[in-house]
């Protein structure tokens, strides 16, 4: 069923949104607040916004509309543009972090919560919306959570002072469980959007069971069932869900080169796999390669889609009707051991297993392919997510809401409370950066630290280095350390050999010794090289990522800038000798992330945690363990052992003076203006 999309050159589904307009419009009109809830893909987060815009909403002010992911962010405002026959930036535009694709113009914008967030930071009241869209609501991350919290203040005081009209916020959720939401927006009205789901066959493979939770066996146990998908079923399109960017890459890599699975020759593999048109879709991919998936493929040619749990609810594939579930979703997890945010592979909760099967049922009756065990399922999966507040570091939502003048941080009105411990937690970290003082104030320091979009403790080192006057050794390597996937990873198509050796190649380039160092000398040589695109191929590098650390450079710069304007911006002089200049600032910011050799190749670290850490191999240091006595760090990964990497050599006398600082004060005491 569709219709003509008016002169347009495409057709425009029927969804099942369209037959509830009048009823959202209406709501719309009589309640400042209400929740919108309908299955994935009944049009919510793209038809919505054009009725509201239409019905003449944006009059006073932008539509602004949330999503949780940087990636359905740009694609859904893209496809926005298009059917509003606009052109991007426009009417229709988009922000996230480092990327604002917006004008005078824009009267619907998407973007990331964490771009409202910041919005709120210079305008609490946010004067220049009409309409606040928080959608995606049931995925439940750390800035919708606090998103929620501060809009209901808004809700609660009725906000008239600052505005002209009062604020309407629209909460959307692709699940019915809503009643918790409306209860906490003063019991506001819910709209259910009516949808049709076709039957769907559901299947345990058995191929992963409860002693594999902990291993990767489940990538190649994944592509193995998507094989004998393509070679056994019907047509219709496949939909596998896998965990991130380098274990979809290798899943594309075996797909492609079917030659090089020698264990599945014999197996489901005689015949080839002609006729697959495999198409990966994960969060740091460049746009022009994420409009692929949304084209039909050729006649006779079967789409499979190798995607992150984006497509989900975030963004819906038309013609899918096969979904292979891998069962694990890679999470930010605060690691107690590490005493840090932690990417972490774990199994999806039975919820979001429902969601993923759901896919292969929008336009015709499906099947749902889990390579794992009912056992697995019941022993290892469990029933909903934990929201991201519950177990991430809260360090630089914490400050947000403290320069939003919420001081009481504990009794801060979250729909789901954290453990009082992290929030602790996270006032300890900001008090040891020195963006809050003893009263647990925001200090200066702490309102620069929040003008940029970084982790407060690079922030802090940069900031240091614009004291300093040598910002323009940290500026680059903050740009990369911003990025994501800069070294190319050795697949199939790419021989480990030479990618490590290229590797090499670069940090010898930089000293040999310092994986900062390396990313500043990648940054700095693409830059003044006259084919950067083919100085990163031979180098191993993605151009992509460092094509953007270039604009995000820019923008940091910008803010490095406007700071040094400032009266109370403090300027330092000194006598460090240059080649010591950028470990002496990482250090200001990262002297947590310290730590000092124990016994063999383990290191200890000096946050009071004392956790035995080991250098990744990826690191240029991997192998000089021996010649080392302190470390500094960038992150920390987590699997059997607690790997650190990016990481560089520092001198004991250089953090003497900052480590004491890492115990100083009881967290309690930084919560006092919570207790009294
Ligand atoms: P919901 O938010 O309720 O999950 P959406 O508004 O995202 O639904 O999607 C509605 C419809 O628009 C879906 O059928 C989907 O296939 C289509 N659609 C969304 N984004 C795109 C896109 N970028 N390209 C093609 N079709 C799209
Ligand atoms: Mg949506």
């Not at 979809?248 to 699975?261: F, G, Q, R, S, T």
């Not at 991919?285 to 975030?314: E, H, W, Y």
């Not at 850490?613 to 302190?630: D, T």
């Amino acid at each position: 069923a569709y219709e003509t999309g008016g002169e347009r050159q495409y057709y425009l589904p029927i969804l099942p949104i369209h037959k509830c307009k009048d009823k959202l419009l209406q709501t719309a009109r009589e309640h400042p607040f209400f929740v919108v809830t309908g299955e994935t893909g009944s049009g919510k987060t793209t038809q919505l916004p054009q009725y509201l815009y239409k019905a003449g909403f944006g009059k006073h002010g932008i539509i602004g509309v949330t999503q949780p992911r940087r990636v359905a962010t740009i694609t859904v405002a893209q496809r926005v543009a298009e059917e509003m026959d606009c052109s991007l930036g426009s009417t229709v535009g988009y922000q996230v972090r480092f990327d604002d694709c917006t004008s005078q113009k824009t009267a619907i914008m998407y973007m990331t919560d964490g771009c409202l967030l910041r919005h709120t930071l210079t305008d609490p009241n946010l004067t220049k919306f009409s309409t606040i869209v928080l959608d995606e609501a049931h995925e439940r991350s750390l800035s919708t959570d606090i998103l929620f919290g501060l809009l209901r203040k808004q809700f609660l005081m009725k906000c008239t002072s600052k505005r002209k009209y009062p604020l309407k916020v629209i909460v959307m959720s692709a699940t019915l469980d809503t009643e918790r939401l409306s209860e906490f927006f003063g019991s506001c009205p819910v709209c259910v959007i009516p949808g049709k789901v076709f039957p769907i066959k559901e299947r345990f493979h058995n191929l992963i069971g409860p002693r594999d939770k902990d291993n990767s066996a489940y990538v190649t146990e994944t592509v193995k069932v998507t094989l004998q998908t393509h070679l056994n079923e019907s047509a219709g399109d496949i939909l596998v869900f896998l965990t991130g960017q380098s274990e979809i890459e290798k899943a594309c890599d075996v797909l492609y080169n079917k030659a090089e699975m020698i264990d599945y020759r014999h197996d489901v593999f005689d015949s080839s796999v002609d006729g697959l048109l495999i198409l990966p879709l994960y969060g740091s991919m460049a746009t022009d390669q994420q409009k692929r998936i949304f084209l039909p493929p050729p006649k006779g040619i079967r789409k499979c889609v190798v995607a992150t749990n984006i497509a989900a609810t975030s963004v819906t594939i038309e013609g899918i009707r096969y979904v292979i579930d891998s069962g694990f979703v890679k999470q930010l997890n605060h690691n107690p051991r590490a005493g840090l945010d932690v990417l972490e592979i774990v199994p999806i909760s039975k919820s979001e297993a429902v969601q993923r099967a759901g896919r292969a049922g929008r336009t015709a009756s499906g099947k749902c392919h889990r390579i794992y065990s009912e056992e697995f399922w019941e022993k290892c999966m469990p029933d909903h997510m934990i929201p991201e507040i519950k177990r991430t570091s809260l360090t630089s939502v914490i400050l947000t809401l403290k320069c939003l003048e919420v001081n009481d941080v504990i009794r801060f009105p979250y729909l789901d409370a954290p453990e009082e411990r992290f929030i602790l937690e996270a006032l300890r970290k900001l008090y040891q950066c020195s963006a809050i003082d003893r009263g647990g104030n925001v200090t200066d320091l702490g309102r620069f630290i929040i003008e940029f979009p970084l982790s407060p403790n690079l922030a802090c080192a940069l900031i240091k280095a614009t004291s300093l006057g040598c910002e323009d050794l940290l500026l680059p390597v903050a740009a990369m350390l911003s990025v994501e996937h800069v070294f190319i990873q050795s697949g199939i198509t790419q021989k480990q050999k030479e990618v490590e050796e290229s590797h090499k190649t670069l940090s010898e380039m930089a000293g040999g010794d310092n994986d900062f160092a390396t990313l500043f000398s990648i940054f700095e040589q693409c830059k003044s090289s006259d084919n950067p695109v083919l100085w990163c191929r031979k180098h191993a590098v993605h151009w992509r990522a460092v094509k953007s650390a270039f604009s995000v450079e820019k923008q940091l710069r910008d803010i490095t800038n406007k700071l040094k304007q400032l009266k109370n911006f403090p300027v330092e002089k000194s006598d460090i000798p240059k080649n010591e200049l950028l470990q002496r600032c990482l250090c200001a910011g990262f002297f947590s992330n310290v730590a000092r050799r124990s016994v063999g190749r383990t290191f200890c670290t000096m946050d009071g945690n004392g956790s035995m850490v080991h250098i990744h191999p990826s690191s240029a240091l991997f192998g000089q363990e021996a010649s080392l006595e302190w470390i500094l760090f960038h992150n920390v990964l987590v699997t059997s052992k607690i790997f650190v990497r990016t990481v560089c050599p520092i001198r004991y006398e250089w953090v003497k003076d900052l480590l004491p600082k890492l115990h100083d004060v009881d967290a309690y005491e930084l919560s006092s203006v919570a207790r009294e």
